[in-house]
């Protein structure tokens, strides 16, 4: 395998601009998936309901660079079934990034509710007026669909490619800017800094390979300029006499930051990989505020925590084992902790008295803010788990942070 593809096929999907197809059934949106990636991705059939869970098609898009296209089940399907797609359906939302809403002539009143939603959450939206090849007057049906929605449609026949290259186009346009842009560590070094990883191989990390926020780190880094050093806790004071003068920063898996803290060197930052992924992702400021809850929690509360990967547990697990215990050894063994994982969110978070959430590396940054915006509106204060293990050690201080963007 050659390294162009090595790259294409490795980038995560979290770090891709999701861009979900809308529509109601049958107007062509596995037709337009298929034809923005070349190939047949997606089932396509002239019986409406094809189209059940979302389907997910990992490709590039210049210059936008890698992107995930999601095709979603027809948000008019009736029935139990229907009612259960149409739920599938509208989770896709919080994930996205660019929403492509499909017409195939006149808009409905679904289209219009759909679009209003889209707005509302100010997702950037490419109107597709599709089909315009089965058109009897293609140019006066979009002008009627631009009157009636209020915007001007692309308009595209998947099955000749007409306005495909149009399409692409509009995508670009539509895309939130600097998306691709943003750093996880560029805020905080600067090139020619020496910075130093510390990165515990436990059963957490699988043999033969770094998990996800270190292997991205180390990337961020590189692209900055800086050269990353990489070791174990247990070689940690070895590493810093090695160095000719102290790195500039120290960057820690959360489970030792009351071991990195102690070693760490007069004059260099001190921060988590869980902490620059929640900046990354979602709303850092929002995390520090959140870990102040933790000083009101009693025996009697409740927590959350909520993990973006749906791992087995190991044991000496973080989420589910060593913030737990930490939590009950400073409030009290009655603490209720509850776990949930994945995609697998509580609607209704006003029994918590805390959300405690992973660095969401699994997650693209539309779908954690969705998330945090979830907790404000209902009164619950969220953090993350770097920040609270950095709470909890007493050393918050200590960390620096990345501004947010």
């Known amino acids: 395998m050659d390294n162009a593809t090595s790259d294409f096929n490795t980038t995560p999907q979290a770090a891709r601009l999701h861009i979900a197809l809308y529509g109601r059934r049958n107007v062509g949106k596995s037709s337009l998936i298929n034809a923005l990636a070349g190939q047949p991705v997606s089932l396509v059939a002239d019986v409406a309901g094809t189209t059940t869970d979302p389907v997910r098609k990992a490709m590039e898009l210049h210059p936008l660079g890698p992107i ?107 895309a939130p800017q600097a998306v691709n842009e943003r750093s996880l560590t560029g805020a905080l070094v600067h090139a020619g800094d020496i910075v130093v990883l510390v990165m515990p191989q436990d059963k957490q990390a699988p043999k033969g390979r770094l998990i996800l926020p270190q292997v991205q780190t180390i990337r961020d880094l590189l692209d900055n300029g800086c050269t990353p050093v990489c070791c174990t806790p247990p070689n940690l004071e070895n590493t810093l006499q090695s160095l000719r003068k102290p790195p500039a920063l120290i960057i ?74 930490l939590l009950r050894k400073r409030i009290g063994q009655s603490l209720q902790v509850d776990i949930v994982a994945g995609r697998d969110f509580p609607a209704d978070l006003t029994g918590y008295d805390l959300v405690i959430h992973c660095g969401a590396c699994m997650f693209n940054r539309r779908y954690m803010l969705s998330r945090i915006a ?17 709470h909890l050690k007493g050393i918050l201080g200590q960390c620096i942070f990345p501004p947010a963007p």
């Not at 089909?131 to 000749?160: C, F, N, R, W, Y």
């Not at 988590?272 to 102040?292: E, H, T």
């Not at 933790?294 to 791992?311: G, K, Y």
């Open 374 to 390: 979830q907790a404000q509106e209902q009164g619950v204060p969220m953090t993350n788990y770097g920040v609270t293990i950095a």
């Open 68 to 174: 995930v296209l999601i095709d979603t089940a027809g948000f008019d399907d009736e029935g139990t079934v229907g009612t259960l797609r149409n739920q599938r359906t509208r989770e896709m939302l919080a994930q996205t990034d660019i929403a492509l809403l499909i017409v195939d002539g006149m808009p409905h009143e679904e289209d219009l509710a759909w679009l209003q939603q889209l707005r509302r959450q100010e997702t950037p939206v490419v109107l597709i007026l599709n089909k315009v090849d089965q058109l009897a007057d293609p140019i006066a049906t979009a002008q009627e669909v631009a009157q009636q929605l209020g915007q001007e449609p692309v308009m595209v026949s998947a099955s000749t490619g007409s306005g495909i290259d149009a399409l692409r186009h509009a995508i670009v346009q539509a």
């Open 252 to 325: 820690t898996d959360a489970q030792v930051f009351d071991f990195v803290a102690q070693r760490c060197p007069n004059g260099t930052r001190l921060t988590a990989f869980s902490i620059l992924m929640a900046a990354w992702k979602g709303d850092i400021d929002a995390m520090v505020q959140g870990a102040a809850a933790i000083d009101s929690l009693t025996p009697q509360s409740r927590v959350l925590i909520a993990e973006a990967c749906a791992h087995a547990p190991l044991s000496e697990d973080i989420g589910r084992e060593k913030i737990p215990a």
